[in-house]
Nanobody, 122 residues
Framework: QLQASGGGLVQAGGSLRLSCVLS????????MGWFRQAPGREREFVAG????????TYGDSVKGRFTISRDNAKNTVHLQINSLEPEDTAVYYC?????????????????WGQGTQVTVSS
């Protein structure tokens, strides 16, 4: 299973570091992704990282502000979020995939975490 953490309430311009731990599986077998979902909106792809660093990809709306990384020794994927904007307010989900589908394809993921809330005040 996946356990996400690190969300919270932050002022615009601030930073957060989200983390997600995979348990019960071999972490290095999975590519990892982060998605977010704001109220009333579709779940949106944010960032993805391949099994082997440094293969990463980002959604257009977050390029330059978000950085995804992974630590295979700790079964953990991180999402560093800088220069937060009110529009970044959403529940952030991590997900793991063993397929070679596109990172943005939600149906390609095997397992989803429970989500962590990020709220950005203006």
């Amino acid at each position: 299973q996946l356990q996400a953490s690190g969300g919270g309430l932050v002022q615009a311009g601030g930073s957060l570091r989200l983390s997600c731990v995979l348990s019960g599986r071999t972490f290095s077998n999975y590519a990892m992704g982060w998605f977010r979902q704001a109220p009333g909106r579709e779940r949106e792809f944010v960032a993805g990282i391949g099994r082997h660093i440094p293969s990463t990809t980002y959604g257009d709306s977050v390029k330059g502000r978000f950085t995804i990384s992974r630590d295979n020794a700790k079964n953990t994927v991180h999402l560093q979020i800088n220069s937060l904007e009110p529009e970044d307010t959403a529940v952030y989900y991590c997900a793991a995939k063993s397929t070679f589908s596109s990172f943005a394809q939600k149906t390609g993921y095997d397992t989803w975490g429970q989500g962590t809330q990020v709220t950005v005040s203006s």
